[in-house]
């Protein structure tokens, strides 16, 4: 068995919960399949991987059974939410849950109230993210030199690409408009994508009724460098988790309790092309001309006309 507590997950600024666990439960592997803001598919697996445990582990939230889509249901709570995470991992610690503990067991307790005066709780964090890598760029003049040279090797001859006069004018960079160099990449990506969090809890009781409440706002920004103000289509999301845990003393042998929790989320994505979008923008060729082509006047022409 391994504990790790809801305080020590809140320190991973990310935007998911099943992202903070790695490297905090020894025996618990986690593997990041599929990612995006503010949403991963983080794919999660108790005492390593084999052909007959490809499915998850259990996960058992304040004592009750997640049976149906269980491992999502983790991306759809915060840590400030959590007062502990348990995994179990032999099988003396999974015998009460069968045959359906068979691939390990995750026990999430939520945090509760206890007696005393009103406690409030607020926390605001703020986290710049940005790509770990990218592919190496290489400017017009060193593009237009690998380009003859792989028409060389085809036996296509010395500038079968690009002329001496376009190799010359990308390498001195004296016109910028007839020999492009451009980034893609910079032009279009930021460096950083900004995500912000606002947390607050309140608790407290007396002998009779204790209550936790807390609530949580993420807003999470994209990475496009988008320059119009009249059709936004880089991302931007905002998440609401809220969450309510009530515990009642109705009578010297009966307790009560109540346990509220949910959360609304507000998505806007570029889309299904987004993908295409940016693996265009490592296959465009930095020599090519944009993003607009440049306006070449003519004198016995209108503008109309040469555009």
């Known amino acids: 068995m391994a504990t790790v507590s809801g305080e020590e997950l809140e320190r991973a600024p990310v935007a998911n919960l099943g992202m903070t666990f790695a490297g905090r439960l020894p025996g618990f592997y986690t593997h990041e399949s599929g990612s995006e803001l503010s949403r991963a598919t983080t794919d999660m697996f108790i005492r390593g991987q084999s052909s007959a445990r490809r499915q998850g582990p259990l996960v058992i939230m304040d004592g009750t059974l997640v049976s149906y889509n269980s491992q999502q249901t983790l991306e759809y709570i915060t840590p400030a939410e959590?007062?502990?995470?348990?995994?179990?991992?032999?099988?003396?610690?999974?015998?009460?849950?069968?045959?359906?503990?068979?691939?390990?067991?995750?026990?999430?307790?939520?945090?509760?109230?206890?007696?005393?005066?009103?406690?409030?709780?607020?926390?605001?964090?703020?986290?710049?993210?940005?790509?770990?890598?990218?592919?190496?760029?290489?400017?017009?003049?060193?593009?237009?030199?690998?380009?003859?040279?792989?028409?060389?090797?085809?036996?296509?001859?010395?500038?079968?690409?690009?002329?001496?006069?376009?190799?010359?004018?990308?390498?001195?960079?004296?016109?910028?408009?007839?020999?492009?160099?451009?980034?893609?990449?910079?032009?279009?990506?930021?460096?950083?994508?900004?995500?912000?969090?606002?947390?607050?809890?309140?608790?407290?009781?007396?002998?009779?009724?204790?209550?936790?409440?807390?609530?949580?706002?993420?807003?999470?920004?994209?990475?496009?460098?988008?320059d119009t103000d009249k059709y936004k289509s880089d991302a931007n999301n905002i998440w609401v988790n809220y969450r309510s845990n009530l515990d009642m003393q109705l009578h010297k042998y009966i307790k009560a309790f109540l346990r509220l929790s949910g959360n609304i989320k507000r998505e806007r994505t570029p889309g299904s092309g987004n993908a295409t979008v940016y693996s265009s923008l490592f296959q465009m060729p930095v020599t090519a001309y944009g993003p607009l082509t440049p306006v070449v006047n003519d004198p016995g022409k209108t503008a109309t006309e040469t555009r």
Do not use: C
């Open 82 to 226: 959590i007062e502990s995470v348990s995994v179990l991992k032999d099988a003396a610690a999974q015998a009460l849950y069968g045959i359906q503990g068979a691939n390990g067991i995750i026990v999430v307790t939520t945090k509760r109230g206890g007696k005393g005066p009103l406690k409030v709780d607020v926390r605001l964090d703020q986290s710049l993210q940005e790509v770990t890598t990218r592919p190496a760029w290489f400017n017009s003049y060193d593009y237009a030199i690998m380009r003859n040279q792989a028409a060389k090797n085809d036996g296509r001859g010395d500038y079968a690409i690009f002329n001496e006069a376009q190799v010359e004018g990308f390498r001195t960079g004296s016109d910028r408009n007839l020999y492009p160099e451009n980034n893609w990449y910079d032009r279009y990506m930021r460096d950083y994508a900004r995500m912000e969090r606002v947390n607050v809890s309140l608790s407290g009781g007396n002998d009779r009724v204790q209550f936790f409440s807390n609530l949580n706002v993420m807003h999470q920004g994209g990475q496009w460098n988008i």
